[in-house]
């Protein structure tokens, strides 16, 4: 059983190997599109290694500290990746304020502005002065993926309305995919 149709599947394909093409012939991209990857955790684990080598600390002491940009970037960051690719599920992103709002009546999905992903110690990963939703990223549309391939990824902390709790995000079943059934 598929998790996206043929033609998506396809037109996916072209786009992951011009991504991987433009890599190997001029250098690493401003932004990755994480979608792309075959193994979106392997990717996010070489970023964390190359900091660890960088910094010559062990990759245990590293964790990830997200950032949703509020434009697209021109350059490159100085430390970690910036990345993009992953749709909203069951709630928008408001640009202007930075976090999380209720989707609009009959709209399902929304794309997510650039994410900065930055490794940091543990000890220094700050807290944001917003609530925050642990928002899980899935590879596929369906939740549960197929027995060869789980859908769930990795989860990533986006900023919600003052007004709201993370558990407001769960109870709507608020996630990111990295694909959508169109």
């Not at 608020?174 to 169109?182: K, R």
Request: net charge neutral.
């Amino acid at each position: 059983e598929m998790c996206i149709r043929d033609s998506s599947w396809v037109e996916d394909l072209i786009r992951r190997i011009d991504q991987l093409t433009t890599w190997a012939h001029k250098g690493m991209p401003t932004v990755f599109w994480i979608s792309g990857f075959t193994f979106p955790t392997g990717f996010t684990t070489a970023v964390k290694q190359a900091s660890a080598r960088a910094k010559n600390v062990s990759v245990d002491t590293l964790d990830f500290e997200y950032t949703v940009m509020m434009e697209n970037p021109v350059t490159g960051p100085k430390e970690g990746v910036y990345i993009n690719g992953l749709f909203l599920e069951g709630a928008r992103w408001d640009h202007e304020k930075g976090y999380l709002i209720d989707a609009e009546p009959m709209k399902l999905h929304y794309s997510l502005p650039v994410i900065h992903i930055k490794p940091k110690n543990i000890k220094l990963v700050t807290k944001k002065h917003f609530p925050q939703y642990l928002c899980p990223v899935y590879m596929y549309p369906i939740r549960t993926g197929i027995r060869e391939r789980p859908s769930y990824m990795f989860a990533i902390p986006l900023n919600c309305q003052p007004t709201t709790e993370s558990d407001f995000w769960v109870k709507r079943g608020t996630a990111l995919l990295m694909s959508l059934d169109d």
